[in-house]
């Protein structure tokens, strides 16, 4: 049995500090978005989780009667994307990725299924995106999967291996992580439905 955090104490204050003091030290992209979902969910503009990974446990060991640790696992099947949910009835799906790289994303950080699996969603009218922290840079953008894809099958023709900046800042949406939500993904969620961004 998995058992879920129970949230005592002032959650409130708890996640307001958090995003207050981040200051991009130490703080991930995922543990900022999860803390975006938690806004957004707060305040009833959207409904986004972040996906489990479905993992079989094979072996756990317990040192004593109060703590098992789990020794091996096994990832069950492939993941596909990180988040997924629901905006004004439009269908989110997206990744989240961070690259050490100044000017470029390696397409490494993708997987194929994840790829099949944005394209999947799209034909079935569904919002798809990347989150990309280019970490040296303390720059953050939002990208339509269909540019992700658009790569992804030009690397398989012999192309380019990576995402270049320059498609960030002219194809994406930057943002600067002030307080929450730290990641403001509705905001290209807006411009996308709108068109402003295709």
């Known amino acids: 049995m998995i058992k879920y955090p129970t949230g005592q104490g002032n959650k409130n204050k708890i996640e307001n500090q958090e995003a ?14 999860n ?4 806004h957004y969910l707060k305040y009833g503009v959207a409904v986004v989780h972040k996906k489990p990974t479905p993992v079989q446990i094979v072996k756990v060991d317990y040192p004593n009667r109060s703590h098992a640790r789990i020794t091996e696992a096994y ?33 490494d950080n993708f997987h194929e299924h994840q790829i099949r699996h944005m394209e999947d969603c799209i034909k079935q ?3 798809c995106f990347v989150i990309v922290s280019f970490v040296k840079l303390n720059r953050f953008f939002m990208l ?5 894809i658009k790569y992804w099958n030009m690397k398989t023709k ?10 960030f800042i002219e194809k994406g949406f930057e943002f600067k992580p002030t307080n929450l939500p730290l990641v403001p ?6 411009k996308f439905i709108n068109q402003e961004i295709s």
């Not at 099947?77 to 050490?100: C, H, I, R």
């Open 75 to 107: 990832f069950r099947q492939p993941s596909t994307t990180d988040y997924n949910g629901v905006y004004k009835g439009y269908y989110l799906d997206f990744e989240a990725k961070e690259t050490t790289r100044a000017t470029y994303l390696p397409l």
């Open 125 to 127: 009218k569904g919002i």
């Open 158 to 167: 012999n192309g380019r291996k990576s995402i270049p900046l320059e498609i």
């Open 35 to 38: 803390l975006s979902n938690k």
């Open 20 to 33: 207050t003091n981040f200051g991009r030290r130490g703080m991930s992209l995922e543990k900022m978005i």
């Open 144 to 148: 339509p999967a269909e540019l992700v």
């Open 185 to 190: 993904y509705i905001d290209f969620v807006n």
